[in-house]
């Protein structure tokens, strides 16, 4: 019986086992038979694609970085060409030069499209707009005075001059690069020129003039650009749009990066630690205060900040809190106000209205904080020095009526209740009577009045 088993056991083993190999066997032959087959389907064209973003806001680190990185995304996905829709005031150098270092550098052709109508490419927008492969702008849209922002704010003459000729260097440079009007690109450093589109066209600023995204890239098909790896012959008249939208992260960052937010969630980081420093405990104001002086620290070193306009606003503050503790017959509260508004003039240093401090916002957030910081810090030093009303020493200072003649002891009736008291003068019952001080349960008083 084992035997007739273990026969049927090893034969259904090998029955298993043939029909193993067999099915690899098969397997193998139909994988053989599909990779020589004369009829397998020819793999599918790939979609050309063209990359665009927008771009309506002043030239920043986090709109640099945007750029930047959407560059490096259209790379990857080897898309046909990039396409930045540019409407600017202008912007920062620093943050220019990485964008531009970045368009000479890209393996991916580059084309600026300054729109919509009415838009423009000022300042920083020039040397952008002049960096790419191809500059395209829409109808009524205008380019010029090209006069970056300095990180250090106003300078002398000297530096000045130093700063405008290598500026002027730097775009006669890129206009050369890309085939386009020098002469003029100085011009627009030196004597802030400014052009609409039909004259950047004339005067070979520009190569095209398109109303729209879809004809810009009909117009822009066959063109033969250089690239960073050698030329390359744009293929966009069928070309799939793919727009890289600005992101939650880089729109929060541009949102605090404006100068009249930063300037806000600093002087509320202000407000926040002070609470916290007169209220220990409270927790809440000292970590939205941290937090909001951060955004704001963060903000404020992508802008051309100075410091003196700085100091002057925690200057402000400080006189606001010894206004409450000195009698100077509000001289410190006015020099207060004084410096508080100076500073804020002052803590943005840039000729772009754009990247400065609004009046509207200004006027407003002075007043408020000398407001806030007189009253606030006024009431609590006179609540500090106020008499005590609860307790012991709550007692003191308060009437009551004698219930019995009082000498070395007696009672008098106070608070509706009767308590033990004595004099050193004696008082006769009925008498009113001032408490001048607490014994343990004894209150020692004196006649009234």
Known sequence: MKNSFARITTAVSLALIFVGLAGIALSAGASKAAKTSPTATAPATPVRTVMLIKIDAPITPVVAEYIIKSIDAAAKENAEAIVIQLNTPGGLVDSTNEIIMKMMASTVPTVVYVAPSGGRAASAGVFI???????????????????????????????????????????????EKRGRNAKWAEEAVRKAVSITETEALKNKVIDIIAPDVASLLKQIDGRTVDVVLGKKTLKTADASVQEHVMGFRYKLLGIISNPNIAYILMILGFYGLYFELSNPGAIFPGVAGAILLILAFYALQTLPINYAGLMLIILAILLFVAEAFITSHG??????????????????????????????????VVATSALLFIVTVTVAVRAHRGRVDTGKEGLIGMQAVARTDIGADGQVHLRGENWNARSDMPIAKGEKVTVVAVEGLTLKIKRSG
């Open 331 to 364: 001289v410190l509260g006015v020099g207060g106000v004084v410096a508080m508004l100076f500073g804020s003039l002052m803590l943005i240093d840039s000729p772009e209205p754009s990247l400065r401090i609004s009046w509207t916002v200004i006027l407003p």
């Open 129 to 175: 707009t002049l960096a790419a492969n191809i500059a395209a702008m829409a109808p009524t849209t205008h380019i010029g005075a090209a006069s970056p922002v300095q990180m250090q704010g106003q300078m002398d003459k000297t530096m000045a001059k130093k700063v405008t000729n290598d500026l002027a260097a730097m775009i006669r440079g890129i206009a």
